[in-house]
C-alpha cells in the first residue's frame, strides 16, 4: 500500500499492540496524531508508558518523525465509572456469568471510535487507527470487525463525512503483532515495545522479562508473554504488512 495522505489517529494506549499500531501508521500516512483516554485506570502507568513509546520512536525512526504529530488524551472517567470492572476499581480479574473477563468495559470501543471520530473530524483526519483483533478472542464483541463496520457506517452517516476505522492487527495472532513490528521497524522497533509498551493489567513495571515488564500472571501478561515465546520459537520472523 502507498503512503496514504489521509491523515490518521491512532486509539494509542501504549501497550503492545497500539504501539504497532502507531509504527503501522507511520510507516502507511504522511500525517499521524495519538488519542489516549484516561477513563480511571488504576494506573497511570499507562498513560507514562505512551508518551515514552512515542519520543522512544520519533528518536530511533527519524524517518518517522516529521510525520508523528500531537498527542491528545480526552479524560471519560464518567464512562469508567460505569463499567464497574477490574480495570477500573480493586477487584480481582475473573470471568463473569457471561463469560467475559472482569476487565471488559462493555461498549468500551464504541465510545473511544465515537470520542475519536469527533476529534479526528476537528483536526481534519479521516483514518482512525486502532488494535481491536478478533483472532485471539478474549470475548471483547466490540472487537469484532462486524461491530466496527456497523459503527464505521453510523459514523459515516453521523458526521456526514469519510471516515474508515483501520484495524490492521484484526486478522493477527498475537505472535503475528511481534513479527509485525519487526517487519516495520526492525530490532529497535522490538526493543521499544519491550521496554517501553506496557500491558500488565496489575500496572507492574518489574521484573523485566524478555517480553516486556509486567507481574507475569495477569491474563494480559500472560497472553503477550505467550505471544512472544510463539514468535521467538518460530525464530522471530519480520512480517510485512
Ligand atoms: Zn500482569
Known sequence: MSL????????????????????????RYTHVETLGFDYGQRHAVELTARIAVR???AVAFPGWTPRLGADHSLDIRAFGAIGETALTT???????????????VPGRNLVFLTYAAALADRLGL??????????DFSGYPDC?????????????????RDVRIVTPLMRLTKAQTWALAQGLGGEALIEITVRDSHTCYQ???EPLHAWGAGC????????RAKGFDAWMAEGKPGLKP
Do not use: H
Open 4 to 27: 496514504s495522505d489521509r491523515g490518521a489517529l491512532v486509539l494509542f494506549s501504549g501497550g503492545q499492540d497500539s504501539t504497532a499500531c502507531l509504527a503501522w501508521a507511520l510507516d
Open 55 to 57: 519520543d522512544a520512536i
Open 90 to 104: 480493586d477487584q480481582a480479574i475473573v470471568m463473569t456469568a457471561r463469560g467475559l473477563p472482569s476487565t471488559f
Open 126 to 135: 479521516s483514518d482512525l487507527v486502532g488494535g481491536m483483533c478478533e483472532t
Open 144 to 160: 469484532r470487525r462486524d461491530t466496527l463496520d456497523a459503527q464505521e457506517t453510523a459514523l459515516r452517516l453521523g458526521l456526514d
Open 203 to 205: 500496572g507492574a513495571r
Open 216 to 223: 507475569g500472571a495477569c491474563p494480559a501478561c500472560e497472553l
